[in-house]
């Protein structure tokens, strides 16, 4: 993060947040905007997230970190409760943990240990969470589920056959479980952010991998009508929005933020 928070107009002031993969680059800029709304922020990671923590008290929000493997659904019982155990509540879920990996040189070269690494993280770990979520929300006056999918779930991508497969299915599982909910009763918001290339290690490592090392940053520009890349703050605008309660009626939808690369 290179910059601080910005003043507490609090958007979300008095919620409980809680991001997965919250101690990398959008995780973080994600936690940095909710909590400069005014939101008691909870990061959880497989890594461990004291940088994490200690990057965002610089900027001037208070964080906590949980360690959490989101493809563990026992591990998500246990987050939860802890959330609610110590903060009364959770009103707001950032589905942001995401893996991808090097992509193969054809479709027919996808393993099946890979396919099945990426849906364990990717839909695996966004299912339980909404699920989870929904759980503690329902009884304690609803709330907002946010999940990262990807440009990779409209269309075609080199190598992407189960990258872009698990952001499909997060889009789909959105559209469930916003209407499933909905039908209930419950005032719980269940929506999808589909980001273009945002500048990230996980993202650098792929443009590396598709169009070399000398060239990689400017492949990614390419591809959006901008000719800009994205950053992760342009998600965390994004998520903020949808969290708060500006957005009260919006339910199931897809928030894409591609500088118009769908468009063309």
Same mark, same amino acid.
Not at 85 to 94: A, C, I, K, S, T
């Given at each position: 993060?290179?910059?601080?928070? %910005?003043?507490?107009?609090?958007?979300?002031? $008095?919620?409980?947040?809680?991001?997965?993969?919250?101690?990398? =680059?959008?995780? %973080?800029?994600?936690?940095?905007?909710?909590?400069?709304?005014?939101? %008691?922020? +909870?990061?959880?990671?497989?890594?461990?997230?004291?940088?994490?923590?200690?990057?965002?008290?610089?900027?001037?929000?208070?964080?906590?970190?949980?360690?959490?493997?989101?493809?563990?659904?026992?591990?998500?019982?246990?987050?939860?409760?802890?959330?609610?155990?110590?903060?009364?509540?959770?009103?707001?879920?950032? &589905? &942001?943990?995401?893996?991808?990996?090097?992509?193969?040189?054809?479709?027919? %070269?996808?393993?099946?240990?890979?396919?099945?690494?990426?849906?364990?993280?990717?839909?695996?770990?966004?299912?339980? =969470?909404?699920?989870?979520?929904? *759980?503690?929300?329902?009884?304690?006056?609803? $709330?907002?589920?946010?999940?990262?999918?990807?440009?990779?779930? /409209?269309?075609?991508?080199? @190598?992407?056959?189960? /990258? @872009?497969?698990?952001?499909? =299915? +997060?889009?789909?599982?959105?559209?469930?479980? *916003?209407?499933?909910?909905?039908?209930?009763?419950?005032?719980?918001?269940? &929506?999808?952010?589909?980001?273009? /290339?945002?500048?990230?290690?996980?993202?650098? #490592?792929?443009?590396?991998?598709?169009?070399?090392?000398?060239? #990689?940053?400017?492949?990614?520009?390419?591809?959006?009508?901008?000719?800009?890349?994205?950053?992760?703050?342009?998600? #965390?605008?994004?998520?903020?929005?949808?969290?708060?309660?500006?957005?009260?009626?919006? &339910? $199931?939808?897809?928030?894409?933020?591609?500088?118009?690369?769908?468009?063309?």
């Amino acid at each position: 993060m290179d910059e601080g928070a %910005q003043p507490r107009r609090g958007r979300v002031a $008095g919620k409980v947040a809680v991001i997965t993969g919250g101690t990398g =680059g959008i995780g %973080q800029a994600i936690a940095l905007r909710l909590g400069a709304e005014g939101a %008691q922020v +909870v990061l959880t990671d497989l890594a461990d997230g004291a940088e994490a923590v200690a990057r965002l008290a610089a900027a001037g929000v208070a964080a906590t970190c949980l360690t959490h493997d989101v493809r563990e659904e026992a591990a998500w019982h246990r987050v939860i409760a802890e959330v609610c155990r110590r903060f009364g509540r959770l009103d707001v879920l950032v &589905n &942001n943990a995401g893996i991808a990996l090097p992509p193969p040189e054809s479709f027919e %070269q996808t393993s099946l240990a890979d396919w099945r690494r990426i849906m364990s993280v990717n839909l695996d770990g966004v299912f339980l =969470g909404t699920r989870e979520a929904v *759980a503690a929300m329902k009884n304690s006056g609803g $709330g907002a589920i946010i999940n990262i999918g990807s440009v990779a779930a /409209y269309v075609g991508t080199p @190598g992407g056959a189960a /990258y @872009g497969s698990s952001k499909g =299915g +997060v889009r789909a599982l959105t559209k469930q479980a *916003a209407v499933a909910c909905a039908r209930k009763g419950y005032a719980i918001r269940i &929506n999808a952010i589909h980001p273009c /290339y945002i500048r990230t290690p996980m993202s650098e #490592a792929g443009a590396v991998a598709r169009w070399g090392r000398d060239n #990689a940053l400017q492949g990614m520009k390419d591809l959006h009508p901008f000719k800009c890349l994205g950053e992760p703050d342009d998600v #965390a605008w994004a998520v903020l929005f949808l969290a708060s309660d500006e957005a009260r009626l919006i &339910n $199931g939808a897809d928030l894409v933020v591609d500088g118009a690369l769908l468009s063309t």
